[in-house]
């Protein structure tokens, strides 16, 4: 595994351990999912979910559909698609750290949910037989990836044709300074991975129909006076060709 993969590791593992601030874990899925899906969500789920979009509300589940959530950290997109594909249906959720995939079983275990089951992998390697899945899903995940063609291959592998994708991220309308781009924060916060939107149509362009993003935010990084990042925080749908 490469060095930056250990760093976001340590960093997401150190989170589930100690926590962040009370102010940021609260607001940011309250001002994301709608009050219905998180009404019956535990307290503690929502203050551990670092979402950036809301991939549940556009994915159009249907009963009996098998999902995979990757980057699913504390599983709160996986618990919220688990009543729509029913008890015939399947939702897997694929984390590569540890301590929160630890968390994302407690909280299955405390929830009840037999239809929810969680992989330890990385998701360039997606432990899945190809043509398995109705939907690939991911909220602010993507963008940690180190070799995100090689998670789209293997995203292509494992849907089925007329599969769909439904992918919150956070993409970056210029470039990512190299300062930003090997700090293991800035990865970690979802910057310095970011790509930008020609980037994800080119990854796209040779499998997938029908690719949309729709913005939910603005973000911008003033690194100095004279130089100010911006972000967008999307959710990108497409349907993968036959
Ligand atoms: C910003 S959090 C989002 C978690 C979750 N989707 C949510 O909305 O709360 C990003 C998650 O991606 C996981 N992650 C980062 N790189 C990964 C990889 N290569 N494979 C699997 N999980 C990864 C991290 O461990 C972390 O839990």
Known sequence: MNQMKKEIQARYGSVVRHGVSSQLSRSIPAEIYTNEQLRNMPEELIKK???????????????????LDLACGAGLDCFLASPLVGERGWVYGLEFTKEMLEQAIGFRRRMKRKNVQFLHADMEQIPLAKSSVEVVMSNCGINLACDKQQVIDE?????????????????????????MKQDPDAWTWCMGGACSWDS???????????????????????????QILKFEAVTITATRGD
């Open 49 to 67: 979910s670092f979402p950036c979009g809301n991939p549940v509300l556009e994915a159009n589940l249907k009963l009996g559909e098998t999902v």
């Open 155 to 179: 995203i292509t592998r494992v849907l089925k044709p007329q599969g769909r994708l439904v992918i919150a991220d956070i993409i970056t309308q210029g470039s990512i300074p190299d300062v």
């Open 200 to 226: 994800w149509l080119d990854m796209l362009s040779e499998n997938y129909f029908d690719v949309k993003a729709f913005k939910r935010k603005d973000y911008q990084v003033e690194l100095d006076k004279n």
